[in-house]
Antibody, heavy 122, light 110 residues
Framework: EVLLLESGGGLVQPGGSLRLSCAAS????????MSWVRQAPGKGLEWVSV????????FYADSVRGRFTISRDYSKNTLYLQMNSLRVEDTAIYYC???????????????WGQGTLVTVSS | QTVVTQEPSFSVSPGGTVTLTCGLN?????????PSWYQQTPGQAPRTLIY???TRSSGVPDRFSGSILGNKAALTITGAQADDESDYYC??????????FGGGTKLTVL
């Protein structure tokens, strides 16, 4: 059974930093791309970032590029999202999700975690 | 700026059929966008329904189907049930590793 467990959310002031983690189990971690998707309170879903199975390719939404960094640790089967220079508008539930591939066919989201809430407020 | 468009809301009667669509503010949606569909109930994580236009994810009942209708991707629910009342999101692959969500459709079954 695929399990994705996010952690690391919390309250942070504008301009602050936070690192989210997503512990993965039930599948071969290196065989799958991984992604972060967020949802602001009462709003729709927004794709944030993706990293390839090898970790060699990363992509970001315009709204977070230059502030957020996605990475993965194969020894811990864990996905990360380092979030710097946080803004009030980054407040959201952050979900991690598996993807069969980064590009084209297979680039859909397969399995989802339950999410972790990030609140940016003074 | 590219926007993925969805109906904000839709209503269907129990047992009825409804088709939700997913378009682009400029241009047509084709299979090359690998459209996918997700269901989300309040307080829950999304659930994958359809990918690559018309492939059902594991465990998804066959009353959910995907297609291209005209210049849009479409999700059709046949024989709607009460627990189909959810938010539905489409995603298009925009190239260069990037994906874009539509704004979502709130489906009411009544």
């Amino acid at each position: 059974e695929v399990l994705l467990l996010e952690s690391g959310g919390g309250l942070v002031q504008p301009g602050g930093s936070l690192r989210l983690s997503c512990a993965a189990s039930g599948f071969t971690f290196s065989n799958y791309a991984m992604s972060w998707v967020r949802q602001a309170p009462g709003k729709g879903l927004e794709w944030v970032s993706v990293i390839s199975g090898s970790g060699g390719n990363t992509f970001y939404a315009d709204s977070v590029r230059g502030r957020f960094t996605i990475s993965r640790d194969y020894s811990k089967n864990t996905l990360y999202l380092q979030m710097n220079s946080l803004r009030v508008e980054d407040t959201a539930i952050y979900y991690c999700a598996t993807k069969t591939a980064v590009y084209g066919s297979g680039s859909h989201f397969d399995f989802w975690g339950q999410g972790t809430l990030v609140t940016v407020s003074s | 700026q590219t926007v993925v468009t969805q109906e904000p809301s839709f209503s269907v009667s129990p047992g009825g059929t409804v088709t939700l669509t997913c378009g682009l503010n400029s241009g047509s949606v084709s299979t090359s966008y690998y459209p996918s569909w997700y269901q989300q109930t309040p307080g829950q994580a999304p659930r994958t329904l359809i990918y690559s236009t018309n492939t059902r994810s594991s465990g998804v009942p066959d009353r959910f189907s995907g297609s291209i209708l005209g210049n849009k991707a479409a999700l059709t629910i046949t024989g709607a049930q009460a627990d189909d009342e959810s938010d539905y999101y489409c995603v298009l692959y925009m190239g260069s590793g990037t994906s874009m969500f539509g704004g979502g459709t709130k489906l009411t079954v009544l």
